[in-house]
């Protein structure tokens, strides 16, 4: 009885710091309704996002009125964990609404689309072409404020104290200031000044207003929905590119790292190995392009650099904006494309893929494990890794984690691999396809349907979902909510 006694506590907390975010995402369903003001045309649709927006915040208010704990409650990152996956979850189905009631979808495409978007990902199944503007801001405005992150504008925004819990939870475990929600303004600052000087160089370079709002939200947070079917190729800009290019780096760096070098720690920044190996990547991948896929292209030269050098760009920050089709590239480009999806960009980016922290790990512990080889029995030597202006000693368990979560992670993408080729699709463009999901990144060679069954829209959804989330915070979540519902349902024997 005392354990249920304790669960019970535990949950009630955690109902009303779940209020407030529900707070925060009703009112983010509510946003949209401000183009309104611009295109007046377009108030036929409002009534799309207040049955989104509306129930969450009204049940998050008496939520946070029922069960805030008056004293602090400090919840640990398993609890953290319940909360950020039941809320995306929520998000998710609740952001399915706009597009079911405006565009008329089924729930699956609405729910694929929503996912696509507060995920990052940015794969889509609309006829961009034929969308109302409202619906189009709305895809924009949920991968902004998706890779910000729930907790992390709830943190800002909120009047309680949320705690580490659910920031690292949801991805956040370096904290740029000694207090969590200091640190959170502090990435909301940066993210914020990101997203207005990408409207304004965007609107510079040649995009309209809207289109340019639309693209530096959809650039800084990684996410990859464009305004136009034909993506950034539709202004054929080099300048335009340029401006992406430069947001989709920022957005893919983490908040810690970028955090230093604003300070004007340059060679802090410099030295992390993230940044180390993003150079690298984008250099030889952009090389490798242009020798081995631009001859089979018939790019003129100074097309071949701009599409190798963007291309990869947007496939190792996992943005997923294009400027051609990838669907007459070699084998080659493909694979390249693919890699690059998979690593992925920062760790506590909006990016997604495996993360450059993790490859880099596990490079140095390879040589590591190589030169230890030939080193005398009794020399110790571990080796180190720079983040910003903090080194790091690794440890065996660090590695270990890490090559679990890259297993897990490649097994992941085999099975929904898999799980395409089952329903007929070829093999490279099922791999390509799910690669692209899993990674949130958005890059597409046509596999993606509104004609799809079901279930593949779903199985794309949960990958988006568990690349978003790491894989671990919506499997601990879900599984600890399992076990505890259970012991309060009287199913489990307590302890």
């Known amino acids: 009885m005392r354990y249920k006694a304790y669960l019970r506590d535990r949950y009630r907390a955690m109902l009303g710091y779940s209020g407030e975010i529900l707070i925060v995402l009703g009112l983010l369903h509510l946003v949209p309704l401000l183009l309104i003001l611009f295109y007046p045309s377009e108030i036929s649709y409002a009534y799309g996002f207040l049955i989104a927006g509306v129930p969450p915040l009204v049940i998050g208010l008496l939520a946070r009125r029922r069960f805030f704990p ?128 990408g409207v304004l160089a965007l609107r510079i370079a040649g995009m ?54 604003i300070r004007g720690k340059l060679r802090a920044f410099i030295r992390s190995g993230e940044v180390r190996l993003m150079i690298g990547l984008i250099v030889l991948s952009s090389v490798l392009l242009i020798v081995l896929v631009k001859p089979q292209l018939g790019f003129t030269p100074d097309k071949s650099i701009r599409v190798a050098v963007f291309e990869t760009v947007s496939a190792l920050t996992t943005t997923g904006l294009s400027t051609v089709d990838y669907r007459p590239w070699t084998d080659f480009g493909w694979m390249t494309l693919i890699l690059l999806m998979t690593v992925g960009g920062g760790v506590g980016s909006t990016s997604g893929g495996i993360k450059q922290l993790r490859v880099y790990v596990l490079i140095k512990a390879v040589v590591w494990e190589f030169k230890r080889a030939f080193m005398p029995a009794h020399m110790v030597n571990e080796p180190a890794i720079w983040q910003g202006d903090r080194r790091e000693l690794l440890s065996d368990r660090q590695v270990r984690q890490t090559a679990l979560f890259v297993t897990l992670y490649l097994g992941i993408l085999l099975a929904g691999t898999g799980l395409f080729t089952a329903y007929g699709f070829p093999l490279k463009e099922s791999f390509f396809e799910f690669a692209s999901s899993l990674a949130g990144a958005g890059m597409s060679v046509g596999v993606s349907s509104a004609s799809n069954p079901p279930v593949l829209l779903m199985a794309q959804g949960i990958a988006m979902l568990l690349g978003r989330l790491e894989f671990f915070t919506l499997l601990i979540g879900l599984a600890k909510l399992f076990s505890d519902g259970r012991t309060l349902a009287g199913l489990k024997r307590e302890g």
Do not use: C
Not at 210 to 236: I, L, M, Q, R
């Open 208 to 261: 309209g207003w809207f289109d340019a709002v639309n693209h530096a939200f959809t650039a800084v947070s990684t996410g990859g929905f464009s305004t136009k079917p034909e993506s950034v190729a539709y202004w054929d800009n080099a300048l335009i590119e340029f401006v992406l290019i430069v947001l989709m780096l920022m957005g893919s760096i983490n908040f810690f790292i970028a955090y230093t070098a």
């Open 70 to 197: 008056k004293e602090t409650v400090t919840l640990n990152v398993q609890e953290g964990a319940v909360i950020v996956a039941v809320i995306w979850l929520i998000a998710i189905t609740v952001g399915a609404l706009p597009f079911m009631t405006i565009k008329d979808t089924t729930f699956w495409h609405g729910w694929f689309e929503s996912a696509s978007g507060w995920t990052g990902t940015g794969i889509s199944v609309l006829n961009v072409a034929e969308t109302p503007r409202i619906i189009l801001f709305f895809r924009s405005f949920t991968q902004l404020a998706g890779g910000a992150g729930f907790i992390i504008i709830a943190l800002t925004a909120a009047a309680g104290a949320l705690g580490t819990g659910l920031s690292a939870a949801e991805g956040r475990t370096d904290q740029l200031a000694p207090h969590v929600r200091q640190s959170a303004l502090i990435v909301l600052a940066i993210y914020t000044g990101y997203t207005v000087f």
